[in-house]
RNA sequence: GGCGCGGUGGCAGAGUGGUCAUGCAGCGGACUGCAACUCCGUUAACGCCGGUUCGAUUCCGACCCGCGCCUCCA
């Protein structure tokens, strides 16, 4: 039984899916004007577990993330660079799937890109004037109503009059109400548009979500996910626009991750102290940087510090070194052990993938102990479970030697072929009990970011 | 000002009304030519003040501190 919290009612529920055996989730992906940064990496990352587990619970995932590929910053950015909007979307698109594949994050069932649901969004524009929740104002723009939906404000517990009485409401002479927020734009001179009822012009940001979401998983669907930030004002406008426009609940359970902080601030556009996932990459290997997000729970926030990607790899090479050398079974061929039992648990949870993470561990102490007695089936069947319950997470999927022998890309490292060279020369400087020139060996490759380990069957390496 | 979240050992990070997280780091030992890996042992924590209770880090209340949202941001 899967207990899951939910940012509405603010406590954890039991997940009871509308459809037995179904789940639909919606989850808002990027707009894509730059390159994913790490904040974009943990929404990727949990909402990835999220749906493994769900899977790995039975449950039949229909998974949506949309990409936003229109919008003002994207006009902006394409304007500085000088090119069409769509060829820096596209390239920003591909790169995005780039770091995901390296972060090992699935690719959702349906990835819907703004420009192609126009004709729904407008449809949905229409529907809401229709209702009396939008109007078209002077200028060509049309605004949501806000004083049209009475649970305005529901998910972000926020009232309408302190909103009114915030200063730092966008003043627009064309609306009703500062509160009141674009459903179209009409389209500046040179500015690419698509014809409407209202004349030409491009979509609001939130008529997006809403659009798409009921294109993909119809009026109510299951869970619906993003970041911190989204939760208002882009989340509450959704709910308002769908709920006017269908009549039903928009989603029943609301699931948000928590903030990256740098240096006790969070990490964000605005603030300028954000990092890429690729510039992370280039120094740590993306097994690492996952490891990292998955060792903290999905909701609370996170910082980013060199040191702690450091521990994390640490941690994570602790676990390869125990997988080192065995070949785990095929999965159906361990019956579940106590270990998956509490992996379960912890995950039924609300995804506590940090708890559950502990199992991990404790199976590589075990294997350690059976190796370390000879056991090598125990051992092998404690690798498959390993390697099962890691694969919920997304981890420890590769081969241990390419995860530590894989160099960083930058070109400056030894070759494989270099290593095994030197650590032959040595294992010569050795049999002769030439240990000042063995370990002169082993000090150069050390100083090269090469880290030997001997054992009785030869000596192995990697990269540390 | 409004709304919300959190304060756990040197650090990271789970959890629980009454012996246990886990990882990193440290310390002692084993293994090793020496290391590395690994194993065994070990140190150490629940912001502050009250209350409930036989017993509270865990429940309740006050307080202090930190953070997030209220504006485009994942």
Redesign the pocket.
């Known amino acids: 039984m899967i207990r899951i919290y939910n940012t509405l009612s ?1 406590k954890k529920e039991q997940f009871k899916p509308i459809e037995p055996g179904k789940v639909g989730l919606y989850v ?4 894509v004007y ?1 390159y994913c ?4 990496a ?2 990727l990352v949990a909402f990835d577990v999220i749906t493994r587990y769900l899977r790995h619970s039975g449950f039949d995932v229909n998974y949506v993330r949309n990409i ?1 590929d229109i ?3 994207i006009l902006r950015r394409a304007d500085e660079n000088g090119e069409v909007y769509t060829c820096l979307t596209e390239r920003m698109i591909a790169a995005m799937h780039e770091d995901e594949a390296r972060l090992g994050v699935l690719s959702p069932n349906a990835e819907p890109r703004a420009t192609a649901f126009i004709s729904d969004m407008i449809a949905m524009i229409e529907t809401l004037i229709a209702g009396g929740h939008a109007y078209a104002a002077d200028n060509g723009d049309v605004y949501f109503l806000v004083s049209s939906f009475a649970d305005y404000g529901k998910l ?4 309408l009059e ?2 009114l ?2 200063a ?3 003043v627009e002479q064309a609306k009703r109400s500062p509160a009141d ?1 674009a459903l179209w734009k009409a389209a500046k001179p040179d500015e690419v548009f698509w014809p409407s009822p209202w004349g030409n012009g491009r979509p609001g ?1 939130h008529i997006e979500c809403s659009a798409m979401a009921n294109h993909c998983l119809g009026d109510t669907f299951d869970i619906h996910g ?9 989340h509450e406008n959704e709910i308002a626009q769908s709920e006017c426009a269908t009549g039903h609940t928009f989603v029943n359970t609301w699931m948000h ?5 740098v240096n ?8 300028g102290n ?1 990092f890429t996932i690729r510039e992370i990459m280039e120094t740590y290997p993306a097994e690492v940087v996952r490891y990292f997000l998955v ?3 999905y ?5 980013y ?1 060199e ?2 990607l ?3 790899g ?2 994570l ?2 676990l390869y ?2 997988l ?1 050398g065995v070949t785990p079974l095929a999965s159906d061929a361990v019956a579940r052990t106590a270990h998956d039992t509490l992996f379960v648990k ?1 995950m039924d ?2 995804f ?1 993938c ?2 559950a ?2 199992t ?3 199976l ?2 075990e294997m ?2 059976q ?2 007695d000879g056991d090598e089936q125990a051992a092998a069947a404690s690798a498959t479970v390993l390697v099962r319950l890691g694969s919920v997470l997304g981890l420890l999927q590769q081969d241990p030697e390419l995860f530590f022998q894989s160099d960083s890309g930058q070109g400056n490292e030894l070759s494989a072929g270099q290593i095994e060279t030197m650590i032959q020369s ?1 294992a010569d400087a ?1 049999k002769t009990r030439d ?2 020139g ?2 002169q060996i ?1 000090d150069e490759l050390l100083a090269r970011g090469v ?5 009785r069957e030869g ?1 192995s390496w990697r990269r540390g």
């Open positions: 603010q808002c992906g990027m707009t730059d940064h790490l904040g974009h943990r929404v936003t919008d003002d910053k972000s517990k926020k009232k302190d909103l009485a915030g730092r409401v966008d927020f940001w993003g970041g911190p930030d989204l939760l208002f004002p882009h991750a928590g903030a990256i902080r006790k601030e969070k990490m964000s556009k605005s603030l954000f060792s903290s729970h909701r609370s926030q996170v910082d510090s040191d702690n450091i521990e994390s640490r941690s090479t602790k070194n125990a080192r912890r949870d609300d506590n940090a708890g993470m502990a991990l561990h404790a590589a102490g350690n102990q190796r370390r040595r050795r240990f000042a063995a370990d082993r880290i030997l380990d001997d054992s000596t």
